[in-house]
């Protein structure tokens, strides 16, 4: 590089850097994971030393082009936002994967903004393992308190909330720059999640496109509700990415012809849907990730459920909710408005996590340590409610459950996966709460009054 860079190498053993770099061996605390955490005494310690601090994992290529495109665009931003980067990989075959864009991270539309000749947003995953500090940014977020603190972990594990502390904790507000995406990823060497988890090249552009849009005024910036936990790990947020969900496909009428879907995502329930010759319409999560169904025909109502009754007063043979009941803030009032959308002989098919699970029972007890108070909506973004809850909302909501379905974990998933045996072998009402989420078919109008038995259904 051009620039007189020095380097240290942390580690817990002694590494016999060459020469001109510097090795700081032993660990923060007794955690190896801890590791990370060792370059914030050392950025404190050599504050007035540098004009720019850069941390990255040692699987990172931070190239001149990535640093430069950087210092051109600093002095745009006002005084809490920050440039940051988006990590990417290369297949055998060349083709690329964005290892961060994955499970419930996301763009956030409301993000958009300009500086200078420069578009950019805020992607909700903050990790690119790496960053990069001017010394005053360092300075402003060693004021804060909140980076030089001891190894810990929340939102993410302890190897990434080293790396993101910058942003969780400083007050500072990254925004990756999407008009100059090329300057702005950085290589992840080792490509060890090509076939496991994020996006490749075209999904990607298809988001940045759609933010483009934003920042044209082509799109209103809304978000359908808030879909991350303040769990440990953000757990039981909603999955933007999730699969085609063939239980909930098989609880469509065969004699629907039309199906609206809350909470689109990336489409891959719906886009089965509609392979199968349904109509389905969609009030996504927001405009950015639903480019790609939207592209393949899926019609979209675009903004939040007020908006969305106003605009498309038209009713459905079946209304599907996935995942996201327990994200509302308030469960009755999203269930009245999927209400309207139904007709007399509408079903809707509303799925959601277990929240007295055991494996929701863990998160629930770890959030009322760690916070000190109940474990409530306010201060954890999700509602730890069961089925019973849930049936309560729906009366409330004026929907009469005709069925209460329980779907177990997945056999092969740890401990919680002995769940599944479990309900396999208990009579059904009492294996419920070991599901891993509940599925409720309710109906507009009532047809009669009598208790409703669960059901567990298979699962492999």
Known sequence: MAFAVDIVVLSNLDKRA?????????????????????????????????????????????????????????PFMSGNEIAGFLRVEFGKDGRRNYPDVHAHFHWDPSSVRRRGDCVLAHFTNEHAACFVLTREQLRNALRSGGFDVVPHEGKYDLAC??????????GLTKLVPISRLEDFTVHHLSNRYIGQMGVGAEELRRQTDALMQVAEGMYDACSL????????????????????????VSLVPTAARSVLSVGCGSGGTEKRLQAGGLRVVAIPLDPV?????????????YGDMNGAERRHRQAYDCVICLNLLHLARDPQKLLQ????????????????????????????????????RSSKYQVFGVHFASARQLRKWCAAAGLHVDKVLG???RRGDGLFGMTSVLAGIMP????????????????????????????????D
């Open 18 to 74: 060459s020469l001109g770099t510097d090795c700081i061996v032993g660990l923060p605390s007794k955690n190896p994971w801890s590791l990370p955490f060792a370059h914030k005494k050392l950025f404190a310690e050599r504050c007035d030393q540098y004009d720019l601090f850069i941390y990255s994992e040692d699987d990172i290529l931070v190239t001149e082009r990535n640093i430069r495109a950087w210092l051109e665009v600093t």
């Open 161 to 170: 909330t080293a790396a993101t502390d910058p942003y969780t904790q400083c």
């Open 225 to 248: 509700l808030p879909t991350e936990t303040r769990l440990r790990h953000a757990a039981f947020s909603k999955d933007y990415y999730e699969p085609a969900a063939d239980e909930i």
């Open 289 to 301: 990730i639903v480019a790609g169904p939207a592209a393949n025909g899926i019609e979209m109502i």
């Open 337 to 372: 408005q999927l209400r309207w959308f139904m007709h007399e002989r509408s079903v809707a098919v509303i799925q959601m996590p277990n929240m007295r699970s055991p494996r929701a029972f863990r998160s629930y007890l770890r959030a009322a340590r760690q916070s000190k």
């Open 407 to 409: 779907i177990p974990a």
């Open 428 to 459: 059904r009402a009492l294996s419920l709460p070991l599901a891993e989420s509940i599925v409720v078919i309710a109906s507009k109008a009532g047809k009669d009054g009598r208790a409703v038995e669960p059901q567990v259904l298979g699962s």
